[in-house]
């Protein structure tokens, strides 16, 4: 594998000292091999996994041309610009076939998703239709082929209908059991540990002592992953200690795919982080032109990619939510389009901005009347986490936009659309 540095240095606009976001993003995506072990598991279990294969179907769906009512099939040739009586030749239900043909003159009642009968090709829906004793009365007005759901209309034999690489949702699961396909190939999980590193951090269970704060984010990257649908390794709270880091890096990276550590990234901490980092793998610090989250770290060591996250809470979540989710998604096999959508929506309340940085406000999207708004939550502090908890969306507030007056259209993502 070529260094990190070497392949990051060659992109365009590349400072770490004052790097866009969307910069991080195309240099973080530039270093990531995807993972490619697969493994075949029971449909059931393949929700939201990364299909490794291609589906292609061997049958058709519907297998037959077949009613999509309840009523009479016909043969649409003998069919009068009047009225046309009919006579009942027999039934046909769904999983019984109607044996025999169907001749001039002739109808078969049909119920919905049984075979059409050899010879008909049109559905009466049975509503319009009047029945004395075998006689069928049709109405005018009926249209050749209606009410028949063809062969291969779903899905047709040879045609590829799922691609390798799509995470699976619930259709693709009905769709996928409606060939007969009863196992998957899918991407193996990817394997992400994490740790907080502070000597002010208390875990669950243990009194505060002065100073201390209980350590939050390993419980935000916890939903976070957990909503991934990665294997997680959780590694504790680690001191600001280069023995316990050094151990922790190396327990980490050796056991997983990623590792993702919070906290000790910022100016006044960096220096012996980066010093330790430097000896166990090849580690970039950049400054990003963001806020929240301006310092991160990101690198390699081992076999395994490292995101050194900032410590404060909401920029944690932040940073994860524009680079490290778009990163493990990328290493787990995705090929289909996951990003996250930016929709424009009215700002309500005009709202600070300062530009050559993005800004990830944490917004409300709310209606008045019929129209769809958006405003803060309020306190935008970075150590705020109150302020995710209350937020439905992101308004994403672009590098050069200046301050933002009410009533302007402003980017939002969708908090819903994270998972
Ligand atoms: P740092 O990036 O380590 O300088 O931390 C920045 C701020 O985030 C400090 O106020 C820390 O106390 C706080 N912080 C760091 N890690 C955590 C954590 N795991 N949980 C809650 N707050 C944290
Ligand atoms: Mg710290």
Redesign the pocket.
Known sequence: MSGILQTVSCLDGYDPDALRADKATEAIRACLSPIGEAEKIPVRESLGRVLAEDIVPSINVPAHDNSAMDGYAVRFSDLQPEETVLTEAGSAFAGRVFEGAVGPGQCVRIMTGAVMPAGTDTVVIQEVVKKDGERIVVPPGQKARQNVRYAGEDLKAGVPVLRSGRALTPADLGLVASLGIGELKVVRKLRVAFF???D??ASIGAPLKQGE??????YTLYGMLARLGVEIADLG?VRDDPAALESAFRKASSQSDAVIT?????V??ADFVKQLMGKLGEVLFWKIAMRPGR?MAFGRIGNSYLFGL????V??MVTFYQFVRDALLHLSGRTDDYAIPLLKVPAAVPLRKVAGRTEYQRGILFREGAQWKVRTTGQQGS?VLRSMSEANCFIVLEHERGRVEAGELVSVQLMDALR
Request: glycine share 22%; charged share 15%; net charge negative.
């Open positions: 907080s590193t502070g002010e951090l704060v209980y350590d939050s984010n390993r709270v919070t906290g000790g990234v910022s006044g901490e310092p900032p410590g404060n809470p920029a944690v150590g």
